[in-house]
């Protein structure tokens, strides 16, 4: 048997949790621009001062990849890291320790 937890958010929480979830985004796109700024600079670099020799892609690569993680991350597509996840984590914590409590009784 589970326990059902029904949460009540007021308008603040509402508030809140919608602000923090729009400061999440802005970081984003704040990332996002920064990626694109400085790769772009990195690019022309590398081919003005050494076009025989390419370096540029790494920092494209690596940078990239914690660009599109961020992204997943904040607009919810990686599950593990979402809200969803933890509030199924803490329910099936609660169930355990319930279940200790009820052994023990």
Not at 3 to 6: K, P, Q, V
């Given at each position: 048997m589970g326990?059902?937890?029904?949460i009540n958010?007021?308008?603040?929480?509402?508030?809140?949790?919608?602000?923090?979830?729009?400061?999440?985004?802005?970081?984003f796109?704040?990332?996002?621009?920064s990626?694109?700024?400085?790769n772009i600079?990195?690019?022309?670099?590398?081919?003005?001062?050494?076009?025989?020799h390419?370096?540029?892609?790494w920092?494209?690569i690596w940078?990239?990849?914690?660009?599109?993680?961020?992204?997943l991350?904040?607009?919810?597509?990686?599950?593990?890291?979402g809200?969803?996840?933890?509030e199924?984590?803490?329910r099936?914590?609660?169930?355990?320790?319930?279940?200790?409590?009820?052994?023990?009784?």
């Open positions: 326990i059902i937890m029904e958010y007021n308008e603040e929480d509402k508030y809140y949790q919608a602000k923090k979830k729009v400061g999440n985004i802005k970081d796109y704040s990332n996002l621009t990626y694109i700024g400085v600079v990195l690019i022309f670099v590398n081919l003005y001062t050494s076009p025989n390419l370096w540029f892609y920092p494209l940078w990239g990849l914690g660009v599109v993680f961020h992204g991350k904040v607009f919810e597509v990686f599950p593990v890291l809200k969803g996840w933890q199924r984590k803490i099936e914590i609660m169930d355990k320790e319930k279940e200790k409590q009820n052994k023990w009784q």
